[in-house]
């Protein structure tokens, strides 16, 4: 992706949150300079990886298969690990019309996902082999608000605007926007996007940068090459 289309998708975000009332962190405002000139009492930042985050999943064709995130918080996995601190995160996503979030499955988050505000959220669902594998053919159950809900494979769940869904590690789901863009919510255990990510196809979780202007934020993928 070239960072200008990066840019100008932060803004476009941006406004799009702040159409429902949704308001950033004051760090999300920093330039790379403030970011750098902050950086040693912003570690909490730099380490949980709270901030911008856009892919296009390696594959070039962010308006068809592409997501926006920004981390307000991350906890730590060694908290996770030993049961007790800070165990809990959460993001705003924007998943845009027809622009897929790929299948996959995560090793260790459970996460709920909710349609916080605008279109249809469709999430496709399949259950896991015993491997923990993408099966086909396996369904399983999911709780939306608080209510069991079994699914076949392949389901495709429409959550309206203030729906939600749990999902556990071994639940596989993509998701896109029908009819509009929608804000999403996510509220999950701790996130490490780098190691607990399992998607069907080898795709690549981050984009590849080129960089044909200045940023105007930082990307988390951004932070070790220019924060060092």
């Avoid at 979030?101 to 959220?121: C, Q, V, W």
Wanted: some cysteine; hydrophobic content about 40%.
């Amino acid at each position: 992706m070239k960072r200008s289309e990066i840019n100008d998708i932060m803004a476009e975000a941006e406004a799009f949150m702040a159409s429902f009332g949704f308001v950033l962190p004051p760090f999300a405002q920093w330039t790379p300079d403030e970011m750098r000139a902050n950086a040693e009492r912003a570690q909490a930042v730099i380490d949980g990886r709270l901030g911008w985050d856009i892919t296009d999943y390696g594959a070039g064709r962010y308006a068809e298969m592409g997501l926006f995130l920004f981390t307000l918080r991350n906890g730590r996995l060694a908290d996770l690990q030993r049961g007790g601190g800070m165990c809990y995160a959460e993001k705003l996503l924007i998943s845009k019309q027809d622009q897929l979030s790929p299948m996959h499955r995560h090793y260790l988050k459970a996460e709920d996902i909710i349609n916080r505000g605008g279109a249809t959220l469709a999430i496709e669902l399949f259950g896991s082999d015993p491997d923990g594998a993408f099966d086909p053919e396996a369904g399983g159950r999911v709780m939306c608000d608080g209510i069991a809900r079994d699914f076949a494979a392949g389901e495709v769940l429409q959550l309206a605007p203030g729906e939600s869904v749990t999902l556990m590690p071994g639940d596989w789901h993509a998701f896109w926007g029908e009819g509009g863009d929608v804000l999403i919510g996510e509220v999950s255990t701790v996130n490490d996007d780098e190691t607990d990510n399992w998607f069907r196809e080898p795709i690549g979780r981050f984009a590849e940068i080129e960089e044909d202007v200045a940023p105007t934020h930082l990307l988390v993928s951004d932070y070790a090459k220019w924060l060092g």
